[in-house]
Nanobody, 116 residues
């Protein structure tokens, strides 16, 4: 079984920055084909923020130029640097990982709140 451990959520003022991290672990070891971040605001559906694979990144248009994802393959860890934050970025952010076997895993979510 895979566990995704997230950290870095919090409260920040508009225009500020915040960093999130997520590590995937398993008793039998784990190697992901993809990792990334999704988010869900109250009253809205969960939406893609960004995903990263060995060769590609895919950012939502709403965060391009402001958010940056990075990856540490050896640790199965991804980091999300969020700059120029806006109130509309307020949401619960969920870490995501996909195994080579095609199974999807989700973190418990971490709250990001951006005040005006």
């Amino acid at each position: 079984q895979v566990q995704l451990v997230e950290s870095g959520g919090g409260l920040v003022q508009a225009g500020g920055s915040l960093g999130l991290s997520c590590t995937a672990s398993s008793r039998g070891g784990f190697s992901s084909s993809a990792m990334g971040w999704y988010r869900q605001a109250p009253g809205k559906q969960r939406e893609l923020v960004v995903t990263i694979t060995a060769g590609n990144t895919n950012y939502a248009d709403s965060v391009k130029g402001r958010f940056t994802i990075s990856r540490d393959n050896a640790k199965n860890t991804v980091y999300l640097q969020m700059n120029s934050l806006k109130p509309e970025d307020t949401a619960v952010y969920y870490c995501y990982a996909r195994s080579w076997g095609g199974n999807d895993y989700w973190g418990q979510g971490t709250q990001v709140t951006v005040s005006a």
